[in-house]
């Protein structure tokens, strides 16, 4: 699995990327990165290659909670 990036909002604390982070776990959808080439324009259409890392480190411990 790849780090998230240095500006990754599930990383970097502030208003706005709490925005994008409570969205994500409120509707359960994961995001590309916002920092990638198509990323910021199409946050939400998700590619694989694009998908933001700092999301699936997060679906990566809430399944582990799950299954404890």
Same mark, same amino acid.
Do not use: Q
């Given at each position: 699995? &790849? +780090? @998230?990036c *240095?500006?990754c @909002?599930? =990383?970097?604390?502030?208003k706005?990327?709490? +925005? =994008?982070?409570?969205? $994500? =776990? &409120?509707n359960?959808?994961?995001h590309? !990165?916002?920092?990638?080439k198509n990323?910021?324009k199409?946050l939400?259409?998700i590619?694989?290659k694009t *998908? !933001? *890392?700092?999301?699936?480190?997060?679906e990566?411990?809430k *399944?582990?909670?799950e299954? $404890?």
């Amino acid at each position: 699995m &790849k +780090t @998230p990036c *240095k500006e990754c @909002p599930w =990383i970097v604390k502030n208003k706005h990327n709490e +925005t =994008i982070t409570n969205f $994500s =776990i &409120k509707n359960d959808v994961a995001h590309n !990165c916002h920092m990638g080439k198509n990323g910021g324009k199409n946050l939400w259409n998700i590619e694989e290659k694009t *998908k !933001c *890392k700092g999301r699936e480190l997060y679906e990566h411990r809430k *399944k582990i909670i799950e299954y $404890s």
